[in-house]
C-alpha cells in the first residue's frame, strides 16, 4: 500500500496530521488525503471495502485494517489454517486461475 502511495505521489498522507509538512496548505493536505484514500479503496475487495468504507482518513482506514487484519489471535490462525487445508483445485478450471 505504501509502494502505491508514493507512485500516486499522496505518501504524505500516511504520516497523518500532525506530522504533515508545514508549508502544505490545508486545501492541499485535504486533496492529498482524498486522493489516497480513493487510492486505497480502488484496491480492495467487497469484503474489505464494507469494513473501511466508513473511515475518512488515511490513517484511521490503516489502523483499522491493522486491526482487523494483523491479529494474531488463536481463532485467526486456526482460520487462516483452515482455508489452507481446506483449499482444493475446481476439476472444471485450468491450474493456471
Same mark, same amino acid.
Given at each position: 500500500?505504501?509502494?502505491?502511495?508514493?507512485?500516486? %505521489?499522496?505518501?504524505?498522507? !500516511?504520516? $497523518? *496530521?500532525?506530522? %504533515?509538512?508545514?508549508? /502544505?496548505?490545508? @486545501?492541499? %493536505?485535504? *486533496?492529498?488525503?482524498? %486522493?489516497?484514500?480513493?487510492?486505497?479503496?480502488?484496491? &480492495? $475487495?467487497?469484503?474489505? !471495502?464494507?469494513?473501511? #468504507?466508513? *473511515?475518512?482518513?488515511?490513517? +484511521? =482506514?490503516?489502523?483499522?485494517?491493522?486491526? !482487523?487484519? =494483523?491479529?494474531? #489471535?488463536?481463532?485467526?490462525?486456526?482460520?487462516?489454517?483452515?482455508? !489452507?487445508? &481446506?483449499?482444493?483445485? /475446481?476439476? +472444471?478450471?485450468?491450474? @493456471?486461475?
Amino acid at each position: 500500500m505504501r509502494a502505491f502511495l508514493i507512485q500516486q %505521489k499522496c505518501v504524505e498522507a !500516511l504520516k $497523518g *496530521e500532525a506530522q %504533515k509538512l508545514a508549508h /502544505v496548505t490545508p @486545501v492541499k %493536505k485535504t *486533496e492529498i488525503n482524498d %486522493k489516497a484514500v480513493s487510492a486505497i479503496i480502488l484496491c &480492495f $475487495g467487497d469484503t474489505v !471495502l464494507r469494513e473501511v #468504507s466508513m *473511515e475518512t482518513t488515511v490513517v +484511521s =482506514m490503516c489502523n483499522k485494517l491493522n486491526s !482487523l487484519y =494483523m491479529t494474531k #489471535s488463536l481463532a485467526h490462525r486456526q482460520y487462516m489454517k483452515q482455508l !489452507l487445508y &481446506f483449499y482444493r483445485m /475446481v476439476e +472444471s478450471k485450468p491450474i @493456471v486461475e
